[in-house]
C-alpha cells in the first residue's frame, strides 16, 4: 500500500480541494456534500454505463471492465472519474474472493474496500436493524393500532449471505423478550435505506424518504418509518424523534 498515492493528490486531478475531503487514512476519503452542491450548473460530460456483464470462469465481470475502460480513457488523456458500487461482505468469503477487479484494473486498497472500507455498511446496517427493533417494541408495547404481525414486511439486514437466517422466526423468549413472529435477514445491499441514501439530496431529503418507508400494513392501509416517532434517530444521534 505504501506505493498508492495519496488520495489527496487524486483528488487534486479532479480539481477537488483538499479542504473538501474527509479523510480515512492516506488512501481514502470521503467528498463533502457541500462541495458537491457546487457542481451544480456547471457543463455536463458523458457516462459510460456498464451493467449486466456476464463474468468470465476466473470472476472479471463489471467492476474489472469499468476499471480497464476508465484507465484507458485516462491514457488517452480524457478527465475521467470512476463510480463503483461499495462491495459487500459476501463475495469475499465465496469462489469470487472479492468485489474490487483483478490483474491490473483493480481499485486499491482492495483489502480495506473489501473489508470494511469507511464503514459506511455498518451505519446502513445499523439503522435498518434499528427499525427492525423498533417495531417489535412497538408490537410489544402494542403502539402500533390494528398491526397484524403478519403483515409486517420489514425484515433485518446483515452483511453477509447466511443461507441459515434468511428466513426464521423471532421472539421466542416469553412475554418479556418479544412477540412470536416470521422474520428473516435480506443482505445489506438489499436494505431501502440502502437505495435511499443513494437518490437522497441531501439530510433534509433523506429524513424524509426515511419516514415514508412502509414497514407494513394495517387494515389495508400502509404503516410507515413515521409512525415509529423515531426518524431522527436513524439519521443523527442528537436527533430523538
Known sequence: MTDLAPISAI???????????EYYGRTKAKISANWLKQLE??????????????????????TTTSIGLADAMAQLGHKV?????????????????????????????????????????????????????LIDNAIQQGTLAGVDARQLTWRRVLDMNDRALRYIVSGLGGKAHGVPR??????????????VLCLARDAADLRQRLARIVIGWADDKPITVASLNATGALID???VA
Open 11 to 21: 483528488a487534486a486531478k479532479l480539481g477537488i480541494p483538499e479542504s473538501e475531503l
Open 41 to 62: 450548473g456547471r457543463p455536463e460530460g458523458k457516462l459510460v454505463l456498464v451493467t449486466a456483464v456476464n463474468p468470465t470462469p476466473a470472476g472479471e465481470g463489471k
Open 81 to 133: 472519474a470512476l463510480a463503483l458500487r461499495e462491495p459487500s461482505l459476501g463475495p469475499c468469503f465465496g469462489a469470487k474472493g472479492g468485489a474490487t477487479g483483478g490483474g491490473r484494473a483493480r481499485v486499491e486498497p482492495l483489502d480495506d474496500i473489501n473489508l470494511h472500507f469507511t464503514g459506511d455498511f455498518h451505519a446502513i446496517t445499523s439503522a435498518h436493524n434499528l427499525i427492525a427493533a
Open 182 to 195: 416470521e422474520s428473516g435477514f435480506d443482505i445489506t445491499t438489499a436494505s431501502e435505506i440502502m437505495a
Open 237 to 239: 444521534r442528537k436527533s
